[in-house]
């Protein structure tokens, strides 16, 4: 049964660091993985997604990676700022049929 | 991407009682996916909906306590029956579009007393 998780669970960090959130899963058999964001009471934003032949995604100053054989993906956020706090959850494709399998979620804070 | 609507976008109901969520996109898909996300957790699939099919349930999810309709492509409702507090959670429709990524509604929240 695939399971993911996501370290830390909570993260605070001053305005304008780099930062690297953490997701794992157990079985490396993926179809994709994608990385939505969630502001508090609200619906989920889809950030980046990867198909499992990809290693990495791209968008501003996001960057997704994946590396299936360890069951990991990183999502690395460049020059944080205080309009990026919100929680980041991880989800894996385990197959064609669409369904995702969610992370427990990253809580992040940047300070201004 | 899509734009994907909810109704209600949150209720406080009374034990025992029903409510049906509604789920609208603003073009023609497969594929419908309904969520849950009970406070402080993650999210957990209840179950899919093709249209003029059975909706798929989740171990765990049973069409008696929520039904599902699909009467066309761009419309979905999910409705939680004789409910009880346990069930206060927010409740997401999702769809998928090319290149298998999925978009999120911004989500019911429900509240049972």
């Known amino acids: 049964k695939q399971e993911v998780t996501q370290i830390p669970a909570a993260l605070s960090v001053p305005e304008g660091e780099n930062l690297v959130l953490n997701c794992s899963f157990t079985?490396?058999?993926?179809?994709?993985l994608q990385w939505f964001r969630q502001d508090p009471g609200k619906g989920l934003t889809s950030l980046l997604l990867i198909q499992s032949s990809q290693r990495e995604q791209t968008s501003g100053r996001l960057n997704a990676s994946l590396d299936k054989s360890s069951g990991r993906s990183t999502l690395y956020i460049a020059a944080s700022q205080p309009g990026d706090s919100a929680t980041y959850l991880c989800a894996v494709g385990p197959d064609s049929s669409y369904k995702l399998i969610f992370g427990s979620g990253t809580r992040l804070l940047v300070r201004p | 991407s899509a734009v994907i609507s909810q109704k209600p976008s949150r209720d406080i109901c009374q034990r025992g009682t029903s409510l049906t969520i509604q789920c609208q996109v603003d073009?023609?898909?497969?594929?419908m996916f309904w969520y849950r996300q009970q406070p402080g957790q993650s999210l957990t699939l209840i179950a899919t909906a093709n249209q003029g099919s059975e909706a798929t349930y989740e171990s765990g999810f049973v069409i008696d306590k929520f039904p599902i309709s699909r009467p066309n492509l761009t419309f979905s409702t999910l409705t939680v029956s004789n409910m009880s507090p346990e069930d206060s959670s927010i409740y997401l429709c999702?769809?998928?579009?090319?290149?298998?990524?999925?978009?999120f509604g911004p989500g019911t929240r429900l509240t049972v007393l």
């Open positions: 073009s023609q898909v497969t594929m």
């Open positions: 079985d490396s058999a993926i179809y994709n």
């Open positions: 999702s769809v998928e579009l090319a290149a298998l990524e999925q978009f």
